[in-house]
């Protein structure tokens, strides 16, 4: 079996992680457990959302902490981009590479953006154009790509129009996501396989949820098709306000324990990982969901 000897790990924490939180976080916490995750080893780093502020509370602080990234030669820091109003917001804090989101069912992008797919692959179009000419590079989230909350199943071609065209505008990358955890590895073999046969390998990153269990198994049956990007978020935090039953993202310490133990580089520390998770864990004042988490912080009490 051919399996790739590096990955590319995507921390979502910060945005992802965040947005769904109800507890107020401080922009010097996010900022902090943002320094941990540099200082972990973490390249790619989703740091917040330009959305609109009352959308989302948690996140009104986008500015700040856009304008007080720890700059490291090695790390990329992405931001959430709802439309040009958001796209005005993240230049004007520098941001270099910039994440839109759709997804593969129109139900799901109705009661979460207000918009049909093709409606938002039209509102992205200026977007796209504006970013790249500003020497912003896009990323594209296509969610619901296995299960949608509303529809049930998504077919396969449906995920590859969706992710074809946001290709078409000039994403550099479609992140092919499982937002409410409910894929298992037979649907990302048959979905990945799908868009293989149209669209690069480079240009697909997946994004799974551990609300069955299967995020772990969710990769793996990625790296056998040689997928290298994954999306995680220290300590599994996270959800999503409009999708049923969404519990966390997938925990980067499990992943991280999980290609360690394979052999396959991330350049990422495991305890540097749990240890940004405790800066969040503190101020929630709860258990995090992952089993790194749990198991070192119970070794610590023990
Ligand atoms: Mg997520």
Redesign the pocket.
Known sequence: MNLPNKVTIVE?GPR?GLQNEPVPIATETKLAMIAKLVEAGVTHIEATSFVHPQAIPQLADAAEVANQLPQHPNVIYSALVPNERGLDRALECGIKRIALFTAASDSFTKININMTVDESIKVFKPIVKRALSAGVTVRGYVSTCFVCPYEGPINEQRVLEVAKQLLDLGVDEVSI?D?IGAAVPTDVTRTVSHLLGSIPLETIAL?F?DTYGCGLANVYAGLQLGVTTY?S?AGGL?G?PYAPGASG?LATEDLVYMLDGMGIDTGISLDRIVEAADIIAKVLNKPLHSRQWQRIRSQCQA
């Open positions: 979502v992802d996501s937002t994004h949820h999306d978020s996270g999503c993202n």
